[in-house]
């Protein structure tokens, strides 16, 4: 009979994803996560196969947890015209305070796509999934701020602001100023 599993899967995912948010993918050791995560390599291998399985369990928890949330205010049936201001003031201020693992780390998708794992597939469909489910947020969100603007006018705000966005989330971890000024233009952009 097998041993009986003595953690919480969903904290040691989370404990996880702490550290592929710090380190990157390829920077996160084994020994490092099992510290994170209070479990022994078996235990982390048989429980997720491996640490490409565990990542994709952290990638699927930051989905879950810290972006849909996020996003949620925006891709409701009635969305308040003021949402697309609250989340990006909202990824300003995480930015903005250099406390956060979002100020010091950016995204952990954003940092996956300039890594080498976002040449494996399921991770540069992660991305690719993560930054469509942002544009199409945003637009949504554009939309209730602008009810008379054109199609094509929001489809161009929408990537705009959304490049700004991820770009503002990737360039935080090496220039802060920069990524706030970014999200400074997009809110330009929106209002």
Same mark, same amino acid.
């Given at each position: 009979?097998?041993?009986? $599993?003595?953690?919480?899967?969903?904290?040691?995912?989370?404990?996880?994803?702490? +550290?592929?948010?710090?380190?990157?993918?390829?920077?996160?050791?084994? %020994?490092?996560?099992?510290?994170?995560?209070?479990?022994?390599?078996?235990?982390?291998?048989?429980?997720?196969?491996?640490?490409?399985?565990?990542?994709?369990?952290?990638?699927?928890?930051?989905?879950?947890?810290?972006?849909? %949330?996020?996003?949620?205010?925006?891709?409701?049936?009635?969305?308040? %015209?003021?949402? +697309?201001? *609250?989340?990006?003031?909202?990824?300003?201020?995480?930015?903005?305070?250099? $406390?956060?693992?979002?100020?010091?780390?950016?995204?952990?998708?954003?940092?996956?796509?300039?890594?080498?794992?976002? $040449?494996?597939?399921?991770?540069?469909?992660?991305?690719?999934?993560?930054?469509?489910?942002?544009?199409?947020?945003?637009?949504?969100?554009?939309?209730?701020?602008? %009810? *008379?603007?054109?199609? *094509?006018?929001?489809?161009?705000?929408?990537?705009? +602001?959304?490049?700004?966005?991820?770009?503002?989330?990737?360039?935080?971890?090496?220039?802060?100023?920069?990524?706030?000024?970014?999200? *400074?233009?997009?809110?330009?952009?929106?209002?």
């Amino acid at each position: 009979m097998g041993r009986v $599993q003595t953690f919480e899967t969903e904290v040691a995912v989370r404990a996880a994803r702490e +550290v592929f948010w710090r380190r990157g993918y390829e920077e996160a050791s084994i %020994p490092e996560l099992e510290a994170a995560t209070g479990l022994r390599r078996s235990s982390l291998y048989n429980t997720f196969g491996s640490k490409r399985g565990l990542f994709d369990a952290a990638v699927r928890s930051y989905l879950d947890e810290v972006v849909t %949330p996020r996003l949620r205010p925006m891709t409701g049936e009635t969305v308040d %015209p003021d949402a +697309v201001v *609250d989340y990006l003031r909202g990824v300003r201020s995480g930015l903005l305070d250099a $406390q956060t693992v979002a100020s010091k780390h950016g995204c952990l998708l954003m940092n996956a796509a300039g890594a080498p794992v976002s $040449q494996e597939h399921a991770v540069g469909a992660a991305v690719a999934d993560y930054r469509e489910e942002l544009r199409s947020a945003l637009a949504s969100g554009l939309a209730a701020r602008r %009810p *008379d603007a054109g199609a *094509d006018e929001l489809r161009r705000t929408a990537e705009a +602001v959304t490049a700004l966005v991820t770009s503002a989330l990737a360039l935080t971890r090496v220039d802060n100023a920069a990524a706030l000024r970014s999200l *400074d233009t997009a809110l330009e952009l929106v209002a």
